[in-house]
């Protein structure tokens, strides 16, 4: 019943911008850590960004300085911005965040991933 819905991704030539959002909707009690994770050609999805409930960020070490994250707490809403795209950012972008549907019940939940290709 908890669904993480992306948009925002797209094509883009090198050294250009995108902003993703991520919004989680159905039946929640409570978003905790909220990120996104890439997956290129190989089989593993490595993280980009991770912002946690107490405001804290951690990025990729590939970033450097280039992304940013944030999220609307009223919203359920992460964002990623990116700036200074390259082509080895392209990659399908997923959105990942720990969310509890009750009291009780809590859960790691991925959404259905956004194509970002930076490519002239």
């Known amino acids: 019943q908890v669904q993480l819905v992306e948009s925002g991704g797209g094509l883009v030539q090198p050294g250009g911008s995108l902003q993703l959002s991520c919004k989680a909707t159905?039946?929640?009690?409570?978003?905790?850590?909220m990120g996104w994770y890439r997956q290129g050609t190989g089989p593993t999805r490595d993280l980009v960004a991770r912002i946690f409930s107490d405001g804290e960020t951690k990025y990729g070490d590939f970033v450097k300085g280039r992304f940013t994250i944030s999220r609307d707490i009223a919203k359920n809403t992460v964002y990623l911005q990116m700036n200074s795209l390259k082509p080895e950012d392209t990659a399908v972008y997923f959105c990942?965040?720990?969310?509890?549907?009750?009291?009780?019940?809590?859960?790691?939940?991925w959404g259905q991933g956004t194509q970002v290709t930076v490519s002239s």
């Open positions: 990942n965040a720990d969310i509890a549907s009750t009291h009780l019940e809590s859960g790691d939940y």
């Open positions: 159905g039946r929640i009690f409570n978003v905790y850590n």
